[in-house]
């Protein structure tokens, strides 16, 4: 472990970590529309005729959408490869927990259509448990979850 890691607050990190997943994902998800976009602006038919360019008050308006373009290509590579980083050193992690212990994670973290009380009240459905078990269950799955991600 370098000593960075010493340093850390794994938990807090941890949290981030399991409320980055849901947008890692859907920069996953998107990329072959994103990068698509991007060609089709890239390379979208230009109405401006020869004579239209020259009274154009900046004549590298093209030149600037080229390059506009291939800055904004750069941005949904880099961002995709940014997700891929992320899933390839989240995922096992994720996939090492218990089901009990991603199902609590899922409902306190990675869910975005309920409220707080909704949630504690499903796991409390799901589980059997009273609220103060709940919390300490939720709060162990966040300790093993920070152990497989960051280690001890």
Request: proline share 3%; no cysteine.
């Amino acid at each position: 472990m370098t000593i960075s890691l010493t340093y850390i607050d794994k938990r807090a990190a941890t949290i981030n970590a399991l409320k980055d997943f849901n947008s890692m994902r859907r920069i996953i998800d998107s990329y072959p529309y994103d990068t698509e976009e991007v060609k089709a602006f890239l390379t979208g038919t230009n109405t401006t005729t020869p004579v239209q360019l020259k009274e154009q008050s900046n004549p590298r308006a093209t030149e600037n959408k080229i390059a506009a373009t291939l800055d904004l290509a750069e941005v949904v590579e880099k961002r995709y490869q940014q997700a891929v980083a992320y899933m390839l050193w989240f995922k096992p992690a994720w996939d090492g927990l218990s089901e009990d212990n991603r199902y609590l994670l899922t409902e306190f973290f990675l869910r975005e259509d309920t409220s707080r009380a909704d949630t504690l009240q499903r796991v409390i459905d799901y589980l059997g448990f009273e609220r103060t078990a709940i919390y300490n269950r939720r709060d162990q799955a966040i300790t093993t979850l920070a152990r497989l991600l960051f280690g001890n």
